[in-house]
């Protein structure tokens, strides 16, 4: 990974370390999405185990072909020099082309546009399915329009507002391509927050509770909290990271602005918003009581 984005940021940075971290910038994006199966838990029978599995195996296979993926780019890579003579923001189609031939690299495509597709349709599943649950309970500016469903129960103004912004961010990359990479890091950044968040919590707050799960980690579950608690803070701080050295107009990473003025405006909704308006103490409490309540009567 490190060798792929060498190409990016040659002679911009003074360290092989900072090298290496500084991959993640655009290899961290294989690392989520898998949570997509949790967002419908909602319309999943039973979603305890259905949910928890397609997470699980989401997961698997999320690392296991962007790992493939990411040795493939570092066989198909060709000189730095070569590299920074291709003028497009993603030469992933040239460097194909040039490592395996117009058929190789027409194959190659053509997979990775079926794979973007469906990430697409997954991501638009997922994230309408968050939008409307947030809109249907009366927190989002129109949340009376956006929490409407069709005749056939699917959220389809939430899908509407899903393709307004997605293609006001997509149309970001036509005046600068920087302002379009660092739209693309703040997207990915808030979902690392939130998985270092959970493991955080779940290490220091909750280690032994949610005993009813039926997919308990047993003695493992304190090393993996701390694992994935470290490992997201990592990626999180190289995600709002300069993607050049030394940083200037054209190679500042805004994820970190866009981020704070996100984090300063849910701050300021804390502070002065009712939160039985949003999410009443005793729904959280049921929710914290109904996830230990079968492993208590079994101790009962």
């Known amino acids: 990974m490190a060798s792929v984005h060498l190409g990016v940021v040659r002679g911009a940075i003074d360290s092989v370390d900072r090298y290496e971290l500084s991959s993640f910038l655009f290899a961290a994006g294989t690392l989520t999405g898998f949570d997509a199966a949790g967002h419908i838990a909602e319309e999943t029978k039973n979603a305890s185990v259905v949910a928890a599995k397609g997470i ?15 040795i493939l780019f570092l066989f198909c890579t060709p000189d730095l020099d070569t590299l920074f003579a291709l003028d497009a923001p993603q030469p992933f189609v040239q460097i194909y082309a040039m490592a395996l031939g117009r058929g190789g690299s027409i194959f190659m495509t053509i997979l990775a546009a079926v794979g973007l597709i469906l990430n697409t349709s997954v991501a638009v599943v997922a994230a309408s399915r968050l939008i409307f649950a947030v809109a249907r309970d009366g927190v989002l500016p129109l ?8 005749a056939d129960g699917q959220p389809r103004n939430a899908v509407t507002i899903m393709f307004v ?12 391509q920087v302002a379009f990479t660092s739209l693309v890091s703040a997207g990915g950044v808030p979902t690392i927050a939130a998985y270092a968040l959970i493991g955080l919590l779940r290490f220091t707050m909750t280690p032994n509770s949610f005993r009813s799960s039926k997919f308990r980690l047993g003695p493992f579950r304190l090393p993996f909290y701390f694992v994935t608690a470290a490992f997201n803070i990592l990626v999180f701080a190289v995600m709002i990271s300069p993607f050049y050295f030394p940083v200037d ?7 970190c602005v866009i981020f704070g003025a996100v984090t300063i405006f849910a701050i300021l909704m804390y502070w002065f918003t009712n939160e039985e308006t949003w999410l009443k103490p005793e729904t959280v409490q049921q929710a914290l009581s109904g996830a230990d309540k079968p492993a208590l009567q079994e101790e009962i």
């Not at 699980?56 to 990411?70: D, E």
């Not at 912004?165 to 600068?176: K, V």
Request: hydrophobic share 50%.
């Open 165 to 176: 912004f997605g293609a006001l961010i997509l149309c970001t990359i036509l005046p600068s």
């Open 249 to 255: 107009a054209q190679s500042f990473n805004f994820a």
């Open 143 to 150: 949340s009376w329009w956006i929490g409407q469903v069709s």
């Open 56 to 70: 699980f195996y989401s997961a698997v296979a999320t690392g296991c072909l962007g790992f493939i993926t990411t």
